[in-house]
T-cell receptor, first 114, second 110 residues
Framework: DVKVTQSSRYLVKRTGEKVFLECVQDMDHENMFWYRQDPGLGLRLIYFSYDVKMKEKGDIPEGYSVSREKKERFSLILESASTNQTSMYLC?????????????FGPGTRLTVT | RKEVEQDPGPFNVPEGATVAFNCTYSNSASQSFFWYRQDCRKEPKLLMSVYSSGNEDGRFTAQLNRASQYISLLIRDSKLSDSATYLCVVNSWNNNDMRFGAGTRLTVKP
């Protein structure tokens, strides 16, 4: 059973704080993704990674950075949190190649920035 | 224009009804198509992939129309447990780049 875990289910931070969201997968997947999900907008890709130390910008990378030092772990960093970053953050992983692109999601982190 | 568009609903149907969702996508180069299901306050999970020839999984049928660039999901004999948001997902042939629709919300009532 694929398992993707995220460090927190709920998080409340103040404007200007540095925020770390951690994601770990246990299926040796090459690909990992960070999305945010907002009502009416669906899931929007922030960053993704195909390999250790590798990262690619998604559609909305501004205000975020990522780190992938180990294959199983992909971290999302909000350098200076702002109220418009209040959202649900979802991490996902998938194997590479083979034409199979199913993504497995973590339970999500609901972040509130006050 | 959004890359993947869905009718947000909500669709409110009685148990046993048949309901259909459509989804349109803008990238004609897209190669892979999926329907995900997301329960309230839960993460999305794959419901089914959508193949060119159409495919069926029990009460669920998915269809792809490449010429018109839309995919559909048909649910027959709706159950209360089918209540969820259904996400249309289109994968561009570009290193696992996926685009999600905003979702269609379904409520099945007794």
């Amino acid at each position: 059973d694929v398992k993707v875990t995220q460090s927190s289910r709920y998080l409340v931070k103040r404007t200007g704080e540095k925020v770390f969201l951690e994601c770990v997968q246990d299926m040796d997947h090459e690909n990992m993704f960070w999305y945010r999900q907002d009502p009416g907008l669906g899931l929007r890709l922030i960053y993704f990674s195909y390999d250790v130390k590798m990262k690619e910008k998604g559609d909305i990378p501004e205000g975020y950075s990522v780190s992938r030092e180990k294959k199983e772990r992909f971290s999302l960093i909000l350098e200076s949190a702002s109220t418009n970053q209040t959202s649900m953050y979802l991490c996902a992983s998938s194997p590479s190649g083979g034409g199979s692109y199913e993504q497995y999601f973590g339970p999500g982190t609901r972040l509130t920035v006050t | 224009r959004k890359e993947v568009e869905q009718d947000p609903g909500p669709f409110n149907v009685p148990e046993g009804a048949t309901v259909a969702f459509n989804c349109t996508y803008s990238n004609s180069a897209s190669q892979s198509f999926f329907w995900y299901r997301q329960d309230c306050r839960k993460e999305p999970k794959l419901l089914m992939s959508v193949y060119s020839s159409g495919n069926e999984d029990g009460r669920f049928t998915a269809q792809l129309n490449r010429a018109s660039q839309y995919i559909s999901l048909l649910i027959r004999d709706s159950k209360l447990s089918d209540s969820a948001t259904y996400l249309c997902v289109v994968n561009s042939w570009n290193n696992n780049d996926m685009r999600f629709g905003a979702g269609t919300r379904l409520t099945v009532k007794p």
